[in-house]
């Protein structure tokens, strides 16, 4: 029986197995998209034994992310010939790396400044006791400021280096996300960065909203907006109190390079209310009741957020870690 393999998210559809003769169906456009059969052709041909009659076969539903389609083709090479390919990103570009040698790259649509694709010179934190956060969320930032206050470390995040570029979240896990933020930032710097992946994830929606969290409602969509899905996803009158469980999680990351990177996670059990309660807080904070309590996260101070949630417990776990892994 052929094993099938699928690919979904709320922006991405596609399906593949391994099948006699190979290639790219699209089904979302006419557009042949020459990009990603070239990379097929090319990769199959440059990794597979001679005596291999198999290749890969997708059928692309809906594709707006191309990290998501190469790391997905990338990994299924790795797992089939115990190949060591990896994904890299810069500026846009992305590269399929195999022994440090850049074997295949995809350039975006808007053009691409040279200097800033190959000039690695990105300004450097010099204070040691400085810790850089993978995020550009400023609401996240002050949380991580306020628990790493008490270890007597600074944090900045990405917003104080401009030139640093995205870093596309094409994980399938909070943790896969977490260390593509932080292994990426921490290559291109050369500083110990710390990555984080949260989401909520409601038992009755099976997880969801789960990795997609930020993104539950769409494309860049707001706070309010992803409540309001949520809410409307659970607006059944059959939905009793008892079936509105729900927990939050935290992914940890500490990378630096030519280092194993750290990796510490955490959990916060409640309850999602029934309406948004609260002004303090950010994402879910004002719908996500603590625990068995009728507050929610909202309702918090800072300080009795940070004792209890899943990034203070994370980060708990991580500081335990963190001084005996930077003396190693």
């Known amino acids: 029986m052929t094993e099938i393999f699928e690919v979904k998210t709320a922006e991405d559809w596609f399906v593949g197995s391994w099948a006699t003769y190979g290639g790219v169906t699209f089904f979302d456009s006419d557009d042949v998209r020459w990009e990603t059969a070239s990379l097929l052709d090319y990769l199959i041909r440059l990794v597979r034994p001679e005596n ?52 295949w790259d995809l350039l975006p649509e808007k053009p691409v400044k040279f200097d800033e694709l190959f000039d690695k010179t990105v300004k450097k934190i010099d204070d040691a006791k400085t810790l850089l956060i993978a995020t550009r969320n400023e609401g996240k930032t002050r949380e991580f400021r306020d628990l790493f206050a008490d270890f007597g470390y600074t944090i900045k995040n990405l917003n104080d280096f401009p030139e640093l570029p995205e870093i596309a979240e094409t994980g399938m896990t909070f943790e896969e996300n977490a260390r593509l933020k932080a292994e990426q930032i921490s290559e291109i ?69 030519n280092h194993e990177s750290l990796v510490v996670e955490a959990d916060w059990p409640g309850f999602i209310a029934v309406k948004a309660q609260g002004e303090n807080g950010f994402g879910y904070d ?43």
């Not at 010939?81 to 570009?93: A, F, P």
């Not at 050369?190 to 930020?214: K, Q």
């Not at 769409?218 to 008892?242: C, F, R, W, Y």
């Open 52 to 103: 291999e009659g198999l290749t890969l076969q997708i059928q692309i539903f809906r594709l707006t992310n191309w990290s998501v389609l190469i790391d997905f083709i990338v990994k299924k090479l790795n797992e089939k010939y115990q190949l060591e390919l990896s994904v890299k990103q810069r500026s846009g570009v992305i590269f399929v790396v195999k022994n440090d040698e850049i074997i």
């Open 189 to 257: 710097t050369g500083e110990v960065v710390v990555g984080d992946d949260s989401g909520l994830s409601v038992d009755l929606l099976g997880g969801l909203p789960g990795v997609w969290s930020h993104r539950f409602a769409g494309e860049n969509p707001t706070d309010i907006e992803n409540m309001q899905k949520l809410l409307h996803e659970l607006a059944s009158t059959e939905v009793t109190p008892e079936r509105r469980s729900a927990h939050f999680h935290t992914t940890l990351v500490a990378a630096r390079p």
């Open 286 to 328: 004002p719908i996500f009741l603590v625990g068995n309590g009728d507050k929610t996260a909202a309702e918090l101070s800072a300080d009795e957020k940070n004792k209890q949630s899943h990034r203070g417990q994370a980060l708990q776990k991580l500081m335990k870690e963190l001084p005996v892994w930077l003396e190693n």
